[in-house]
């Protein structure tokens, strides 16, 4: 299935980034991102991955995005965070892109107050696609500017849609 494929290509993107920085690069604050790293960034990707995964093994199939488990292992582990894309990347293959989830949403400063969305494991998978492909380009941006000695895929952090569109204007 295409949305699988598409996951897959954006992972690869990840780890391949990942792994093209060195430690120090990784955990370096960058102006262009407000005092973030790229670590954190990834990290944040990563963890909605994660909570959408997390929340299809559960019987009730439940996601909170605003709950997720806070990794902080994984802004600074570059090897950790390429073994976890790969382990998400195999979980999204063998998940069942029909199943039901309730995804939960906290919109209020009250931390008690939830709404609740019904949804799909497909559906979702769209979203965290999409988020990380926003994250990507925000990442893409502040390393041209603080690291251009690291090459990048000129594909990366541009929407399917958008290179689709690009192409059609090409031609």
């Known amino acids: 299935m295409q949305i699988l494929e598409t996951n897959s290509t ?5 780890k391949t980034l990942v792994k093209s920085m060195s ?6 604050k960058s102006k262009l991102l407000e005092g973030a790293t790229i670590g954190q960034h990834v990290r944040h990707v990563l963890e909605f991955y994660m909570e959408l995964i997390k929340g299809c093994d559960l019987h009730c199939a439940e996601v909170c995005y605003d709950d997720r488990k806070r990794h902080l292992e994984l802004e600074t582990n ?21 199943k ?8 209020t400063s009250d931390e008690h107050i939830k709404t609740k969305s ?14 990380a492909i926003h ?8 390393m041209k500017v603080e690291f251009p000695h690291i090459k990048l895929n000129e594909n990366m952090g541009i929407a399917p849609s958008t ?9």
Request: proline share 1%.
């Open 10 to 14: 954006i992972i690869q993107q990840y």
């Open 100 to 107: 039901p989830i309730v995804v939960c949403s906290k919109h």
């Open 135 to 142: 994250h990507m380009a925000i990442i893409k941006l502040a």
């Open 23 to 28: 430690s120090d690069e990784f955990v370096t």
């Open 118 to 131: 019904e949804s799909s494991f497909h559906r979702e998978l769209v979203y965290a696609m999409d988020h």
């Open 163 to 171: 290179l689709r569109n690009r192409n059609l204007c090409a031609q």
């Open 78 to 98: 570059q090897s950790l965070v390429t073994k976890t894309f790969e382990g998400v990347e195999k979980d999204i293959f063998n998940a069942n892109l029909d």
